[in-house]
């Protein structure tokens, strides 16, 4: 479980995080939805360390991490997956290598094992009989299959994914929204997604939080967002007409 | 990059480089990667300093012997002034510069790459210090094999002035090799190598300075280059006359 408590964060005089809180619970995708610059990204690039907020707190099951030292925090990240929006593969490494790379850093394991693991990675994500095959050559939704396959090589107790189906088909953006949702129930993930699409909110929302101007401005699951008062979510989840048409009565 | 003076420019690069030389996550990781960097950026710049050091190894000597138009300087001195011009000034400073060119604008765009497809913050979150993983090595790398391509850009350099010497009848094979024998002090190779392993140092730190606080996109990354190219051409010359300064003249 992961808590943010009274985060205030200002770059320069504006500032763009005020006073948020909100819980983030193990074994349920975390939605953190809003408009374009809402403050979505911020608030999870706080929580990676990423960025420093001025106020406020980031628990990790109780540990404080605005407090940690440097080490302290090196060691947490080892816990720690993100699924960047452009999937931050390395550009000079294979398939393989990506997903290895995390095993060889901070496990003893033997060569075979880290391949093994590797393989399985590779598997869950359907990427299987591609371990030799460089970024360049993948698509976009691979690629961020690839990225999560590497996340989740090092088991962790933490997911967090910056818009991961930004740049892709529908058809692929339901297959990663229920990849993270798969894996997140399987191995009991703590996981935040940060996101626009409603397609993410209404199929993987567990618990959403909607930032509006850097606020907390609402909190519930798929099955409330789409029957909420609030004026300004309802703008956002029945952005186009086509969506508004079909608005429950 | 972000507009900062000189002083603040300074501090953070002292402060990349007390991260960069923190220790390593995984001693074995680091070890794969100074051998990789050994064989990117020194093995893989072998065949340009072999070309370059040939060529003007031909061209100080076939200068030299058409200056020593005096009949009382002996023709062996064309084989000396080659041998002392190459081993002083062309090997180590010359061809370090072409080293500041080449490497370092490929070290500061690799890492401004990196930073800006957030490769290096994946990097970061994963629990690893970026700065040692990706600096580090190329440094240890650079300042092991950098002495070995001057020296072997020196002996070329020399090959090359002979070759072109007795070829155009600068000089004849017996007065070359007289020349390039006589009046050898070992302390110039020393001299030599001291400045290739500061050379060494300042052309991959200062490139990957400039590629580490990359912030933007594709345009960036290009500026970022060119700057590390030209400060370390900025910093090769004045750290040259400093430490010559400091070596030659008592």
Redesign the interface.
């Known amino acids: 479980m992961i808590e943010i408590k009274n985060i205030n964060k200002t770059f320069g005089d504006r500032q763009i995080i005020f006073d948020v809180s909100f819980t983030f619970l193990p074994g349920k995708c975390n939605l953190v939805i809003g408009e374009s610059g809402s403050g979505k990204t911020t608030i999870m690039k706080m929580m ?3 960025v420093t907020p001025e106020t406020g707190e980031i628990l990790y099951d109780g540990a404080d991490f605005l407090s940690m030292t440097l080490r302290e ?6 816990s ?1 997956g ?1 699924l ?3 999937g ?4 000079s490494q294979t398939l393989e290598e990506n997903v290895i ?2 095993l ?3 496990t003893d394991m033997s060569k075979e094992e880290k391949l093994e693991r590797a393989n399985f990675c590779l598997k869950r994500v359907n990427l299987e009989n591609k371990n030799k095959l460089f970024p360049s050559e993948l698509s976009g939704g691979m690629k961020k299959r690839a990225a999560l396959a590497r996340s989740l090589s ?1 088991n962790p107790k933490y997911l ?1 994914c910056d818009e991961p189906n930004s740049g892709l088909d529908p058809r692929t953006s339901i297959v990663i929204d229920e990849l993270i949702k798969e894996v997140t129930e399987e191995f009991n993930i703590t996981t935040m997604v940060v996101t626009h699409d409603m397609n993410s909110v209404i199929g993987i929302g567990h618990n959403i939080l909607y930032l509006y101007k850097g606020k907390k401005w609402w909190e519930g699951t798929n099955k409330q967002v789409l029957r909420t008062d609030n004026k300004e979510l309802l703008d956002f989840v029945y952005a186009s007409e086509f969506l508004r048409e079909l608005r429950p009565k | 990059m972000e507009k900062l003076g000189l002083i603040s420019h300074l501090g953070r690069y002292a402060m990349l480089l007390n991260r960069t030389f923190s220790k390593p ?2 001693l074995s ?1 680091y070890m794969r990667q100074i051998f990789r960097e050994i064989d990117s950026l020194g093995i893989g710049s072998l065949g340009l300093i072999a070309i370059i050091s040939i060529f003007m190894g031909g061209v100080i000597t076939i200068q030299s012997a058409y200056n020593f138009t005096s009949p009382f300087i002996p023709l062996y001195a064309v084989g000396l002034g080659t041998r002392e011009s190459i081993i002083l000034e062309f090997s180590p400073t010359i061809v370090s510069l072409i080293m500041a060119g080449k490497v370092g604008s490929n070290i500061a765009s690799e890492i401004g ?2 930073r800006i ?3 290096i ?2 990097l ?6 970026s700065a040692a993983y990706l600096i580090m090595p190329k440094i240890i790398g650079s300042v092991f094999i950098f002495p070995f391509l001057i020296i072997i850009s020196m002996f070329l350099g020399i090959l090359g002035g002979y070759v072109m010497g007795v070829a155009t009848g600068a000089c004849s094979s017996y007065e070359y090799i007289f020349g390039i024998q006589s009046f050898f002090v070992p302390f110039n190779i020393a001299y030599a190598l001291t400045k290739t392993v500061i050379f060494a140092f300042i052309i991959t730190s200062v490139s990957s300075y400039h590629g580490y606080y990359t912030h933007g996109g594709a345009l960036e990354v290009g500026k970022a280059s060119t700057k590390s190219v030209v400060y370390n051409s900025i910093i090769i010359l004045i750290t040259n006359l400093v430490v010559t300064k400091l070596m030659l003249v008592h």
């Open positions: 990676v360390g990423l925090k090196q060691e947490l990240r080892k720690i993100m960047f929006q452009g931050a593969l390395f550009d790379f995390p060889d850093m901070f090092i967090f | 996550e995984k990781v790459t990196m497809s957030e490769q913050d994946a970061e979150i994963m629990g690893v210090n």
